[in-house]
């Protein structure tokens, strides 16, 4: 059995290196490996394998949320977060530098990527506290850092297709997405905050505090983005739609909203179509050759072989969760997200069973992981998005948010330690 993982990894890695796509990769070192090491009929296998994956009901959503995402990408939102929400933090330690983890949480809401939310906040916030006079370091590390909540608050590309291959409900995983989300963006607020008490030079002086009345005034800028949470979250968590209905009525919300701020263009909705098609696409190859592998896995008993392996080594839970996180963090320097969650879950998921905990709780903790695989040099996504948005070198971005992804990673293993941060609301939601 080591010497047929062994294979595997080496033909995996090998096709990767030649710049070979994930998804034929994933195709090829299954169908490789049914050929040479069983004797089942490769062409029956993979087409009952994609169809049953790529017609699974779950998977209906992925396309809408992606949609809906980018429609909200081509409306000018951006601008109206950064005014709405700028009368409310300018008397905290900080002031407007949490204006990029507070817009960041509530687009992530009705985004589901974390490269758009980045780029979408960041196209505004970068250029407007840069003029103001804020510290560089702390205006590009927050934002790198607050980024990455597009994948941990729902609605989440990433959970769906976690849900998917894992066979868990993706309500579930919105569910157990959202007190976490919210906890790891209350740290980078405090972070923020503790470091301009420290260092009151990162924060220029402010003429004029805003009055209520702009306070109050200042919240019709941010009705769009609350609507929109609140038609796609409260539908669901209300039992009346499901997130693919919710999905549907994200895109209808998401629509409406760019139509009365004029920003819902032929050229600008086709533009959202086309990247939502491509998008899909590389994604639904993806998750079709990722399941396909894993069945392929199954049929040569690898994912038993290494639960059964790791049990008698005799490690306890937390030192598979802290082995899991060193593995994600060297592979999300090389790897995109998506390709991590992919290549390892078949391995890794009954390797989790076996050790006790939720599959929920797993899927939130690879979120985590997959979060900080987007701040990584040298292939970190959020680092790319930030590199064009103002030209500065992704090693020196990288420099900057590294206080953002030690919480981070702190913050991962405060939820192994307490797992009821990501438990307590799915299982309120099912007891309701």
Same mark, same amino acid.
């Given at each position: 059995?080591?010497?047929?993982?062994?294979?595997?990894?080496?033909?995996? !890695?090998s096709?990767?290196?030649?710049?070979?796509?994930?998804g034929i990769?994933?195709?090829?070192v299954?169908?490789?490996?049914?050929y040479? &090491?069983?004797?089942?009929?490769?062409?029956?296998?993979?087409?009952?394998?994609?169809?049953?994956?790529?017609?699974?009901?779950?998977?209906?959503?992925?396309?809408?949320f992606?949609?809906?995402?980018?429609? =909200?990408?081509?409306?000018d939102?951006?601008?109206?977060? =950064?005014?709405?929400?700028?009368?409310?933090?300018?008397?905290?330690?900080g002031?407007l530098?949490?204006?990029?983890?507070?817009?960041c949480?509530? !687009?992530?809401?009705?985004?589901?990527?974390?490269?758009?939310?980045?780029?979408?906040?960041?196209?505004?916030?970068?250029?407007?506290?840069?003029?103001?006079?804020?510290?560089?370091?702390l205006?590009?590390?927050?934002?790198?850092?607050?980024?990455?909540l597009? %994948?941990?608050?729902?609605p989440?590309?990433?959970m769906i297709v976690?849900?998917?291959?894992a066979q868990?409900?993706i309500l579930?995983l &919105?569910?157990?997405?959202i007190?976490?989300g919210?906890?790891?963006?209350?740290?980078?607020?405090?972070?923020?905050?503790?470091?301009?008490?420290?260092r009151p030079q990162?924060?220029?002086?402010?003429?004029?505090?805003?009055?209520?009345?702009?306070?109050?005034?200042?919240?019709?800028?941010?009705?769009?983005?609350?609507?929109?949470?609140?038609?796609?979250?409260?539908?669901?968590?209300?039992?009346?739609?499901s997130?693919? *209905?919710?999905?549907?009525?994200?895109?209808?919300?998401?629509?409406a909203?760019?139509?009365?701020q004029?920003?819902?263009?032929?050229?600008?909705?086709?533009?959202a179509?086309?990247?939502?098609?491509?998008?899909?696409?590389?994604?639904? =190859?993806?998750v079709a050759?990722?399941g %396909? =592998?894993?069945?392929?896995?199954?049929?040569?008993?690898?994912?038993?072989?290494?639960?059964?392996?790791?049990? *008698?080594?005799?490690?306890a839970?937390?030192?598979?969760?802290?082995?899991?996180?060193?593995?994600?963090?060297?592979?999300?320097? &090389?790897l995109?997200?998506?390709?991590?969650?992919?290549?390892?879950?078949?391995?890794?998921?009954?390797?989790i069973?076996?050790?006790?905990f939720?599959?929920?709780?797993?899927?939130? &903790?690879l979120?985590?992981?997959?979060?900080m695989a987007?701040?990584?040099?040298?292939?970190? !996504?959020?680092? %790319?998005?930030?590199?064009?948005?103002?030209?500065?070198?992704?090693?020196?971005?990288a420099?900057y948010?590294?206080?953002?992804?030690?919480?981070?990673?702190?913050f991962?293993?405060?939820?192994?330690?307490?797992?009821?941060?990501?438990?307590?609301?799915?299982?309120?939601?099912?007891?309701?």
């Amino acid at each position: 059995m080591a010497a047929v993982s062994i294979t595997l990894l080496v033909g995996l !890695f090998s096709l990767l290196a030649v710049g070979i796509w994930i998804g034929i990769t994933l195709l090829l070192v299954g169908a490789g490996a049914l050929y040479f &090491f069983r004797d089942t009929p490769v062409a029956g296998l993979l087409s009952i394998n994609v169809w049953n994956t790529l017609t699974s009901t779950d998977l209906v959503s992925l396309p809408l949320f992606i949609l809906m995402g980018e429609i =909200l990408f081509r409306a000018d939102l951006s601008g109206s977060l =950064l005014r709405g929400i700028a009368p409310w933090v300018e008397r905290l330690p900080g002031r407007l530098l949490h204006v990029n983890v507070l817009a960041c949480t509530m !687009f992530a809401a009705v985004s589901g990527s974390s490269a758009a939310t980045t780029a979408t906040v960041g196209r505004i916030t970068v250029a407007e506290l840069d003029k103001l006079g804020y510290d560089r370091r702390l205006v590009l590390g927050s934002l790198a850092g607050a980024g990455t909540l597009g %994948f941990l608050i729902p609605p989440s590309i990433i959970m769906i297709v976690y849900g998917v291959l894992a066979q868990v409900s993706i309500l579930d995983l &919105f569910a157990a997405g959202i007190v976490p989300g919210l906890l790891l963006a209350l740290c980078y607020v405090v972070y923020l905050g503790a470091v301009a008490i420290v260092r009151p030079q990162v924060t220029p002086p402010l003429a004029r505090y805003s009055s209520w009345r702009e306070r109050i005034a200042a919240l019709r800028l941010i009705w769009p983005i609350l609507t929109l949470m609140l038609a796609v979250l409260g539908s669901m968590y209300a039992g009346v739609a499901s997130p693919t *209905e919710a999905a549907a009525l994200g895109v209808l919300s998401a629509a409406a909203i760019c139509a009365s701020q004029r920003t819902l263009t032929w050229a600008n909705l086709r533009g959202a179509l086309m990247s939502t098609v491509r998008t899909t696409s590389m994604l639904g =190859l993806i998750v079709a050759a990722a399941g %396909f =592998l894993s069945t392929v896995l199954g049929y040569l008993g690898i994912p038993q072989a290494v639960a059964s392996g790791v049990a *008698e080594l005799g490690l306890a839970p937390y030192q598979i969760i802290i082995a899991l996180l060193a593995v994600y963090l060297v592979l999300g320097c &090389f790897l995109d997200g998506v390709s991590m969650l992919v290549m390892t879950l078949p391995v890794t998921l009954p390797m989790i069973t076996a050790a006790g905990f939720d599959r929920v709780w797993y899927g939130i &903790f690879l979120v985590l992981a997959i979060e900080m695989a987007q701040v990584t040099p040298p292939v970190g !996504f959020n680092l %790319f998005v930030i590199e064009d948005l103002t030209g500065e070198s992704i090693w020196r971005i990288a420099t900057y948010t590294l206080p953002f992804f030690m919480i981070m990673v702190a913050f991962t293993l405060l939820t192994a330690v307490f797992p009821q941060i990501v438990t307590f609301l799915p299982a309120l939601i099912a007891s309701q």
